[in-house]
C-alpha cells in the first residue's frame, strides 16, 4: 500500500512570496491533516479535514494560510504572504476515519520550507 | 488544556543497553496516548498506541510502554538498544476518539545510540 505523498520536499523562498505545498493521502484514507513542525518542537495541528469539509482550523493563522480538500482526496496547503518564521517543516498525515476507537494517523514526509 | 511534556530533549545510550525516554501528560479525561518515531528527512511513524485496554502496550522494534495513571505517564522502553534504534521520538496524546484525534505532541527526544 502506497504511503502518504508530499511535495516538494523541499522550498526556499524569500519572505512575503507565496507557496504550496501539495499532499495525496493513502487511498481511501477519509481524514487528512496538516501539521507544522518548527526545529526542536512537536508536530502542531493547523488543519484536519474529514472528506472534504474542515474539522478543525483553529490553529491555521486565516491571515496567512489557507487549504482546501477538492472532493476528498488530495489538499493544499497555501501560504501567502509568507514570515520568516513560517520556516519548518509541514507534514501531512491521513487516517482512515473509520475506527471505533482511535485511527492510526499515518504521517508523509514532509515539506521543509525556508523563509529567507 | 491538555500538555505532553517529555524529559529530556537528547538521551545517550550504549548499543544493547536499556532505553527509557520519559513521557507526562496532562489532561482532565483518559486519553489516548501514542509514541511516534522520526527518522531524518522522514516523517512520522507510529510505535504503540495505549487506547483504554491493556497499560503494557506492545510496539514495533521491540519497543513497549506502560500507562500509568497515578503517575500520569507513559514512558517508553526497550530492554537493548540497536544502532538503527537511533532516532527523534514524539510523545503524543488526544482525547478524542475515532477519527477527532487532533493528536498533542511533547517536544520530542533525540536518543542516541553509541557501539
Known amino acids: 500500500e502506497a504511503g502518504v505523498a508530499q511535495s516538494p520536499r523541499y522550498k526556499i523562498i524569500e519572505k512575503r512570496q507565496s507557496v504550496a505545498f501539495w499532499c495525496n493521502p493513502i487511498?481511501?484514507?477519509?481524514?487528512l491533516y496538516w501539521y507544522q513542525q518548527i526545529l526542536g518542537q512537536g508536530p502542531k495541528l493547523l488543519i484536519q479535514?474529514?472528506?472534504?469539509?474542515?474539522?478543525?482550523d483553529s490553529q491555521l493563522p486565516k491571515d496567512r494560510f489557507s487549504a482546501e480538500r477538492l472532493k476528498g482526496v488530495d489538499s493544499t496547503l497555501k501560504i501567502q504572504p509568507a514570515k520568516l518564521e513560517d520556516s519548518a517543516v509541514y507534514l501531512c498525515?491521513?487516517?482512515?476515519?473509520?475506527?471505533?476507537?482511535?485511527?492510526?494517523?499515518?504521517f508523509g514526509p514532509g515539506t521543509r520550507l525556508t523563509v529567507l | 488544556a491538555q500538555s505532553v511534556t517529555q524529559l529530556g530533549s537528547h538521551v545517550s545510550v550504549s548499543e544493547g543497553a536499556l532505553v527509557l525516554l520519559r513521557c507526562n501528560y496532562s489532561?482532565?479525561?483518559?486519553?489516548?496516548l501514542f509514541w511516534y518515531v522520526q527518522y531524518p528527512n522522514q516523517g512520522l511513524q507510529l510505535l504503540l498506541k495505549?487506547?483504554?485496554?491493556?497499560?503494557l502496550v506492545k510496539g514495533i522494534n521491540g519497543f513497549e510502554a506502560e500507562f500509568k495513571k497515578s503517575e500520569t505517564s507513559f514512558h517508553l522502553t526497550k530492554p537493548s538498544a540497536h544502532m538503527s534504534d537511533a532516532a527523534e521520538y514524539f510523545c503524543?496524546?488526544?482525547?478524542?476518539?475515532?477519527?477527532?484525534?487532533?493528536?498533542?505532541f511533547g517536544k520530542g527526544t533525540k536518543l542516541s545510540v553509541k557501539p
Open positions: 495505549y487506547t483504554s485496554a491493556a497499560t
Open positions: 489532561s482532565s479525561v483518559p486519553p489516548y
Open positions: 498525515a491521513s487516517s482512515s476515519g473509520t475506527s471505533g476507537v482511535v485511527d492510526t494517523q499515518y
Open positions: 487511498s481511501g484514507h477519509a481524514t
Open positions: 503524543a496524546a488526544t482525547t478524542y476518539g475515532g477519527s477527532q484525534g487532533n493528536l498533542i
Open positions: 479535514f474529514q472528506n472534504n469539509g474542515v474539522v478543525d
